[in-house]
């Protein structure tokens, strides 16, 4: 299998990327994300998605240490050998969403926010990722489906998020020196939403991408059924993501 470094700049994560347009805009363009590049998003409402966003990072980190648990490592290390890389891939992105969680914890305790939700206050929209990343982890733990359904997933969450706050921060150019009159403090415009639209956050999700492409390429090509499983993938995934948002007034 060839390096993620050599898949093709059209790859995979570019068709899925054509599949539903419509539904990728709805996922990624809402009322919510303008209001909050425009900090004008009110901060009880912050608080209610912090909440849930906490959950959904919650089984983010069970899902991901599924796919750890799955990949065949080599019997002699060898840096250069994919499974190694998506180890590594993986590795990262336990730790990035780890350190995500203690991130929530010091925003929320510097601007004053609540972001504690008992287990049974989970969305609809939570719940939704929670079956998607247990019947996907679990699929794969018990053989019943391949790496690329669970590279896809983590790829396409990733790259809706990614896109999601890059939308937001549009709305927040030339309004940087109001931040301390946002209605949450500031929180959005000066700490969340630079985390999450930051080169690191943005190269992170190309990364996964690559790794789509390049074990597509062994999983997909030519398999007409698995590229129809993947598409479906990607649109349980939009349409989980336009529920994610809370619904308001623009």
Known sequence: ????????SKGFTDYLMT???????????????????????DKRVLQQWLSQDR????????????????????AAVDPEDVNEKLADLI???LTNIRLELRFFEHVAKKYGLDINAREGEASEAVKGYRELFFST???IEAAKLPLLDGLVLLWATEKCYLEAWTYASSFSK???????EDADGGALRK???????????????GKIGSFVDVLSEQESEGNV???????ELWRRVLDVEERFWPKIEA
Do not use: C, H
Request: aromatic letters at 10%; glycine letters at 6%.
């Open 191 to 205: 700490e969340f939403i630079p985390n999450w639209t930051s080169p690191e956050f943005e190269a992170f999700v």
């Open 137 to 139: 982890g679990e699929g």
């Open 91 to 93: 590795v990262d992105s």
């Open 1 to 8: 299998m060839p390096s993620p470094s050599s898949s093709q």
């Open 225 to 231: 059924r698995v590229v129809q499983r993947m598409e």
């Open 174 to 180: 030339g309004l940087e020196a109001r931040e301390e």
């Open 19 to 41: 599949r539903d347009p419509e539904g990728f805009k709805k996922a990624t363009q809402t009322p919510f994300l303008e209001r909050a590049g425009k900090g004008t998003l």
């Open 55 to 74: 959950l959904y990072a919650q089984a983010y980190v069970r899902f991901a240490s599924l796919l750890l648990a799955n990949i065949r490592l080599p």
